[in-house]
C-alpha cells in the first residue's frame, strides 16, 4: 500500500495556471503507474491524465490535452500535474491515484488504481 498527500490546490482565476504535487510514501514510487483524477460536485470522479512507472508515456483526457501535462519524478517519490489556461469547468477536487500492480501499465479506469490521495480543490472563478 501507498500513502498520497496531494498539495498545491487553490483559487485561480480564468486562464491561470497552478501545479499539483503528490507525495508518496509506504513503498517504491517508481515501480507503479500513477494517474490523476478529478470529481466536481454531482458529478462522477473522472479520469484527467496518467503517467507510466518510468514516466516515458503519459496520456491526458480529451478536455486536457494542451493545456495540462502530468509529470514524476521517482528520485522525489513524487507525481506532478501542471495546469494551463484554466477554465471554470476545471472546477474540481484533483485526486493522485497509484496503481497497484508493479511495472504495469497505465490506465485511465477508476477502477484499476488502489490508492487514492485525499484530494485538493482546485476553484477557477471567472
Known amino acids: 500500500q501507498v500513502q498520497l498527500v496531494e498539495s498545491g490546490g487553490g483559487l485561480v482565476q480564468v486562464g491561470g495556471s497552478l501545479r499539483l504535487s503528490c507525495a508518496a510514501s509506504g513503498r517504491t514510487f517508481s515501480r507503479y503507474p500513477m494517474g490523476w483524477f478529478r470529481q466536481a460536485p454531482g458529478k462522477e470522479r473522472e479520469f484527467v491524465a496518467s503517467i507510466t512507472w518510468l514516466g516515458g508515456i503519459t496520456a491526458y483526457a480529451d478536455f486536457v490535452k494542451g493545456r495540462f501535462t502530468i509529470s514524476r519524478d521517482n528520485g522525489r517519490n513524487t507525481l506532478y500535474l501542471q495546469m494551463n489556461t484554466l477554465k471554470p469547468e476545471d472546477t474540481a477536487v484533483y485526486y493522485c491515484?497509484?496503481?497497484?500492480?508493479?511495472?504495469?501499465?497505465?490506465?485511465?479506469?477508476?477502477?484499476?488504481?488502489?490508492?487514492w490521495g485525499q484530494g485538493t480543490q482546485v476553484t477557477v472563478s471567472s
Open positions: 491515484a497509484a496503481r497497484g500492480r508493479q511495472y504495469g501499465p497505465m490506465s485511465n479506469r477508476t477502477s484499476d488504481y488502489d490508492d
